[in-house]
C-alpha cells in the first residue's frame, strides 16, 4: 500500500516540506552549520533528489504509516554511490530477503569504495574465523582528521595525560568530535540490525538534510553490523531452509556462536569469547562513548537502557542521568513523529555488568540497548497479535502498541533506523555536555581511589594458586586495566573486620582492633584504582550484596560474581591510599604464572593447588605416568597436598618447557616419595549435548578448548545408537540441557524432520554435530547403553537438570535433589566446605570454595533406595510427637509402669544434613533396598551454615540450602555417576570449581580412593 506520507510528498511542492522551513528559518546560511543546522527537524532536503524507486519500495514494504517517520520514509539519491540495493538486489528490509555477513560486509565495502565519508576497518575474527568489521561514517573532514581527533579524545579518556586539567580538557571539548558506536545483531534470531544499518549509513554519507549533516559534521558513527558473524551465517542457512521448506516445521537456530547463544550477551565480564573482546577493544581503540546494542524483542521499540532498579552499583551517577537523557529523548521523538509504541523504563533491571552494552557503562562512557520488534530471525511480513499486556498503556508507555498489526522486516528497520537517528542526532547537539560528563567520569574513576575507594586490589605473589591468580589478573588486562607488580615487599594497613571469620579468601582474622595490617612479598600485583578504567576492576573483585527486601523482585540475570571468589583467589581490597606509594612497576605484556622444573633427578613431585593448568600439562605430556598422591607428604623438604602428582617417564627438558608455558611448578627429586598413589590418566572424554538445548553446554566446551582437553562431541542420539561407549570413552560429561523427561523424549515427532546438517542450502550448519532430524531424544536405549556405560566403569557427570536425569532414571541410587522456592537464590555465589577430603574429586580445592548456584538447587543422600535423606534424625524430620514436657523430654503414657530399658529404642546417631542416616537393623532385617556399603553415595562437596552461606548475589533465607550436599559421587558397579547441584563451569567465570569437573576426570578409575565404608 502507498502510505499517507508518500501521498503527501507526491502532493505538496517540494519547498513546503518541514525540513527545508526549518534549515531556512531565522539564521542566515553562513552561520547555519553552527546554530540552525542543529535545531532543523528531520526530514528531506527538498534540493537533493530522492532515489524513487527505493523510496516506492520502503513504501511498499512498510505495513502502515505509521511504522513510518520523516527520517526514514524516503531515500536520497546519489550519482556515484550505491544503495544497498547494489548488493541485496532490493532495499534494505525488503520482503524475504535476509542477507549473509559476506553480502552485508560486500555493501559496505562498496560504500566505501565509492564515499569519502565511510571506511571500514576489520576488528578482528570469530571462533570459526569469519570476519568482524567496524564502518565509520563521517564528513570528509572529520575522517581526514581522525588520528588528531583520536588523540584528543584520548585526552578526555585518560585526564592523567593532562594533569586532570580542567581548562585544558575544557579547550579540547570545544574542538573535538565524539565518537558512537553501534554493534547490530549479537542475537542471531533478532536479525533486524544488519540491513538497517546498511541503509542508515547510506544516509549518513549521502543525505544532505541539515539534520543528517548535523550527524556527520558533528559525531563519527561507528557500526558493527553484525557481533555474532558465525550466528547470523547459521541465522540465515536455517532462513534460506524454512523458505524451502514453506509447509515445514524450521529448526530452531541451535547454535549462534561456536559456543553458546543468547549467553554471548551475557560475557562482559569475563571476555571469554572473541566477539566480546573484538568489541570492546574497538569500543576503548577508538575512544568510543557510547556502546548502542541493538536487540529484538517486544513491540516496537523499547529503549531498555533506563530499565528498573536496582542499578549496577559501581557506575558513575552521572552515566545513570544519562541514560534517562537519551532514553526520554528517544521516546519524545518518536512519539512527536507518531510512531507509536516507543518505550523506556520497564522491567530490565541495570545490576548485572555482563550485557556488551556494558562495556561502555564500565568503561566511562554510556551504555545503551534497544529492542525493537522482530519477527523472529525470518524476513517475511507476518500479521502478529500482541498480548494485553504489552498493549495496556502504562506510565512509560503511553503510546502502546498496537493489538494486532502486519509487521515486516522493513518496519523493524524503520524503527531502528529512526531510533538511531534520532539519538545521533541528540548525541550532535549535546555533545559539549556528554564530552564533558566523559571527561568528568573518567577523571572520577582516577580519583575513586582517594573518594569513595577502595585504594587499590593486592594479589599476594603468595597466593597457592598462582596460574588461576594469572587468569583471572588476565581477565583485567583484557578489560583494559592496568596492573602494577611490587618491586619490594609491603605492608598495607585493612580494617579489620568484626565478629568470626566468614570469607575464606579475605583478610579476615576475625580481631576486634580497628585495623590489622597484611605484608606481601614482592612479586605482589596491585590494581590500582586510580587510573581510568578502575571502575570494571571494582565491579568485577568487589562482592555483590542484593538485598531480599529489594522492590525488584525478578533480577534479570546473576545477582553475584565476584571474580576472585569465583576464581578462587585471594585478593584484598585495601582503602588506604597509602598502598598507592609502595613501590611498584607497571606491569608490561601479557601476565603468567612463574613455571618450570627445578632441582635435579628424574622422578618429578608437583603440587595439587587447584590450578586447572595441571590438567593442561597431564594432557600435554600424554605418554609420562602421572600418579595422584592419595594422603599429604614430604618429599625435598617440601610438603605436597593430597592429590599432588608424582610425574616419571618424562624428560627433565620436555617438562619444564611445558611446566613453564603453563606456569607450573614442578620439583625433581632422586626417589618416588613413600606415599600411597594411583595413575592419573588423561581419561577419553566426550561432551554429551541434547537437540533441545545447547547454550548451557557450550560454556564447557569453551572451558575445555581453553584448557587443551581433548573430548568428542557427542549427542544423546549417538548415545541412544552405541552399545559399547566404553570401548570410546572414559567419562562423559552431561552439562546442565532440558529436563529429565525431554532428554529421554525430545522433541515431539509429529510434522517433519528437522535437519541439523551442513547441505548446499545450508552450508553453515552441522560443521561439528549435525543429525538428519533432532527431533529424538537419548530413548530408552539410550538410557540403557549410559547405565551399561557406568556399570561397566564409565564416569558419568550430572549437573543441575541432567543430574536429575540421573536420579530420575535410576542412575544414582541414595540421591535426592533439593530445590529452593523461587526468587530465594539468583545465580549467587554461596560458600562450601569440603565433606571428604580424601576424595579425588576435591583435590586441590579449597575448603571454603565458593559456587555458582543457579537457583539454590542441593541433594540430600541415603542408605536406602528411594530414602529422601536429611532431617537431623535421616529421614525423620520431627524430634517427637506432641506430649507432655519439653522437645527433649520423653513422652509418658499413662496409666502404664515405666518403660523398662529393654523396651527402649536404642538412642539414634544425630545425623548432619549432608550425611545419610546409618542404616537400622530393622532395615538390614530383609535389606532389599538398603545399598551395599560399596555403592552408597559419598558426598564430596557440601554447602556450609546458613549464617556462612552467601558470598555474593542474593539469598532470601537459605535455611533449606544450608549444608546440605553439592557435589555427590555415586559408585554404581564398576564405574561412577558424579552429581553437580552447582554448575561448575559456567560463562568462563567459575574457574575455582573446574578442577571439581577436572579430577573427576583425571581420577576416573580410582574415585574411591580414601574412601571409609559404613560397616554394615
Ligand atoms: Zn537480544
Redesign the pocket.
Known sequence: MVSRSLALMLLLPLASMPALAGAQSGTAPSSMETSTISTAPPGRDPNQPIDVEYTKKIHEYTTESFFLSPLVDYLPASKTVPTPKAVLGDIAGARNNLPYSKEVYAYMRLLAKASPRVRVYSIGKTEEGREMIAVAVASESLLSRLDENKAKLSKLADPRTINMDDAQAAKIIDDVAPVYYITGT??ST?AGAPTALMEMAYRLAVDESPYIQNIRNNVITLITPIVEVDGRDRMVDVYNWHMAHPNETAPNVLYWGHYVA?DN?RDAMALTLDLSRNVLDTYVGWRAMVLHDL???VAYLYDNTIGDGPYNAWLDPLLTNEWQMFGWNNVQEMTRMGMPGVFAHGEFDTWSPGYLMFMAATHNGISRLY?TFGNGGTAETMERTLPPSETARTWYKQNPPLPRVMWSLRDNNNYEETGLLVSLSYFANNRHQFLENFYQKSKRSILKAHTEGPAAYVFSAADPRVGTQADLLRVLQLQHVEISRATAPFTVNIPARKGKPKRGTSADTGSTAKSETRSFPAGSYIVRMDQPYSRIADALLDYQYWSPDDPQKSPYDDTGWTFPENFNVQSVRVVDPAVLSVPMEAVKGEISAPGGVTGSGNVFVINNNGDNALTTLRYRLKSADFQAAEDPFEAGGKSFRRGSYIVRNVSQGDLNSAAKELGVTAYAVASVPSVKMHPARAARVAILHTWTSTQTEGWWRQAFDVAHVPFSYISVQDVAKDPNLNAKYDVILFPPSGNAQSIVQGMPMWRNPMPWKKTALTPNIGLWGQTDDIRPGLGLDGVQNLQNFVSKGGVLVGVSSTADFAISYGFADGVSKNTTGRGKIVGSLLRTRIVDDASPLVYGVSDSLAVYSEDGESFSVSNTRGGRGGGRFGGGEATRATGRGTIDDPDVVQGRPKLAERNMAPVRPSVEPWQAAPVTDEQLRNPLSVIPPDQRPRVALRFTDQRDLLVSGLLDGGGDVAQKPVVVDVPVQKGHVVLFANNPIYRGETLGAYPLVFNAILNFDNLNAGRKLDDK
Open positions: 549479537i542475537h533478532e543468547h550477551n536487540h529484538e524483542s529492542e
